[in-house]
Nanobody
Framework: DVQLVESGGGSVQAGGSLRLSCAAT????????MAWFRQAPGKEREGVAF????????DYADSVKGRFTISRDNAKNSLYLQMNSLKPEDTAMYFC????????????WGQGTQVTVS
């Protein structure tokens, strides 16, 4: 079974930083397409940061470009999201997602970790 377990969320003041982690089991992070999504109350889930399978190419939502950085530690089979200069509008539940190269989209999701910026 594939499991994605997020951690690192919390409450922080505007302008602060947080680093989210996603530990993956049952799927190899280095060869999977992985991403961070978020969902705020009353809003649709949106993709925040993406990293391609096998390589280091990344992409970001316009709202977080220059503030968030997605990275992967192949040795730890983990995904990270470094979030700097946080804003109240970044408040949301953040989810880690993964998909193998032959799959469409992101079939695997974590339970989420809450980020609150005041």
């Amino acid at each position: 079974d594939v499991q994605l377990v997020e951690s690192g969320g919390g409450s922080v003041q505007a302008g602060g930083s947080l680093r989210l982690s996603c530990a993956a089991t049952g799927v190899v992070a280095s060869t999977s397409r992985m991403a961070w999504f978020r969902q705020a109350p009353g809003k649709e889930r949106e993709g925040v940061a993406f990293i391609v399978a096998g390589g280091g190419s990344t992409d970001y939502a316009d709202s977080v470009k220059g503030r968030f950085t997605i990275s992967r530690d192949n040795a730890k089979n983990s995904l990270y999201l470094q979030m700097n200069s946080l804003k109240p509008e970044d408040t949301a539940m953040y989810f880690c997602a993964a998909g193998r190269v032959w799959q469409t989209g992101y079939p695997y999701w974590g339970q989420g970790t809450q980020v609150t910026v005041s």
